[in-house]
């Protein structure tokens, strides 16, 4: 089951790195019917400012430039539609490993901790003193904040797992 989640993981990363690339090239076309049509419309202003009065040629090439950039304006934007769906199944698969993960990891402690409670080893459930500092946050007030979700954690783990404190 795992593995299965990586792969789609990787699969699914590699269908939205290729429609990031076919974004990014119908951007760069994009850019240049836009150089194309100001150069139609420079041409024509070249001859006279008054719009009206292009002979039908230029109104014509102007028209088709001018057309060109809205099919490709139409194109980049649909492109970008398929690039944030494929974001989204990517995020999505990601929180699925990583819940997939956690429950392995929540399994592994429950492994230990009926281990330990067979082999009648006495635990201290309380692992503060052995908590990571979170100090290298730049921002106390965040580091704050940090310590007291973990600390909240595992208050509501040991509850949860142990009403009488020992294993």
């Known amino acids: 089951m795992r593995l299965f ?5 990787i699969k699914g990363s590699l269908h939205l790195n290729c429609a990031s690339r076919k974004r990014a ?3 760069e076309v994009l850019v240049i019917k836009k150089l194309a049509e100001t150069e139609v419309l420079m041409f024509a202003t070249e001859k006279d400012d ?5 002979d039908p040629e230029t109104a014509l090439a102007l028209a088709r430039a001018t057309r060109d950039v809205l ?7 649909n492109l970008r539609v398929e690039e944030c769906r494929l974001m989204l199944e990517t995020l999505q698969d990601a929180v699925d490993f ?11 402690i429950g492994h230990l901790l009926s281990t330990f409670q067979q ?5 201290d459930l309380q692992i503060r003193k052995l908590r990571p500092s979170y100090s ?14 973990v600390m909240e954690e ?7 797992s142990h009403s009488d404190g020992t294993v």
């Not at 290298?136 to 979700?149: A, F, G, H, R, T």
């Open 5 to 9: 989640k990586e792969d789609r993981r």
């Open 25 to 27: 090239a119908a951007e």
């Open 50 to 54: 008054n719009i009206d009065s292009f």
């Open 71 to 77: 099919a490709a304006e139409e194109e980049v934007a």
């Open 98 to 108: 990583a819940h997939t993960r956690l429950e392995d990891a929540e399994s592994q």
């Open 119 to 123: 082999e009648n080893l006495s635990v």
């Open 136 to 149: 290298y946050y730049p921002d106390p007030e965040l580091s704050n904040d940090v310590d007291s979700m």
């Open 154 to 160: 595992d208050e509501e783990d040991w509850q949860s």
